[in-house]
């Protein structure tokens, strides 16, 4: 009898840990799913955060590159200018150097065999400025 009275104790047992167990569950898993869902949103606050920060970190960069690209042409534009300068100067009254020039361009002109008119005036170049002033 002994026996019986164990075992009518020890199912009594099992239908109460399976109840409390199926209470907890019922609690449980709705603050599980809860807290499941907060730790995801997190994960994805974080992500979007961090692609913030690339995005920013490479409009920073591409704006440093344009700035330094600027500047790389503005000075190009000064050693332009100031070799034009140069040039200007240096033809200035100098018939010489222009025919040296004139010269120059008829015989590299030669080995393509492509005849250029250019209008002349006691056999020197007429500039094609002057020619509109007159």
């Given at each position: 009898?002994?026996?019986?009275?164990?075992?009518?104790?020890?199912?009594?047992?099992?239908?109460?840990?399976?109840?409390?167990?199926?209470i907890?569950?019922?609690?449980?898993?709705?603050?599980?799913?809860?807290?499941?869902?907060?730790?995801?949103g997190?994960?994805?606050?974080?992500?979007?955060?961090?692609?913030?920060?690339?995005?920013?970190?490479?409009?920073?960069?591409?704006?440093?590159?344009?700035?330094l690209?600027?500047?790389?042409?503005?000075?190009?534009?000064?050693?332009?200018?100031?070799?034009?300068?140069i040039?200007?100067?240096?033809?200035?009254?100098?018939?010489?150097?222009?025919?040296?020039?004139?010269?120059?361009?008829?015989?590299?002109?030669?080995?393509?065999?492509?005849?250029i008119y250019?209008?002349?005036?006691g056999?020197?170049?007429?500039?094609?400025?002057?020619?509109?002033?007159?």
């Amino acid at each position: 009898m002994c026996w019986h009275g164990n075992e009518m104790f020890a199912g009594v047992l099992i239908v109460i840990l399976v109840l409390m167990l199926g209470i907890a569950l019922m609690f449980g898993l709705p603050i599980y799913g809860v807290w499941k869902e907060g730790k995801k949103g997190e994960a994805e606050l974080r992500r979007a955060e961090q692609n913030k920060q690339i995005r920013i970190e490479e409009a920073r960069a591409q704006m440093e590159s344009s700035k330094l690209l600027a500047s790389a042409e503005i000075e190009r534009a000064k050693g332009v200018a100031e070799a034009n300068k140069i040039i200007g100067e240096s033809l200035e009254n100098s018939e010489a150097y222009l025919r040296y020039l004139w010269v120059q361009a008829l015989s590299e002109g030669s080995g393509n065999r492509q005849v250029i008119y250019i209008p002349t005036e006691g056999q020197l170049p007429l500039p094609e400025a002057s020619r509109l002033l007159q």
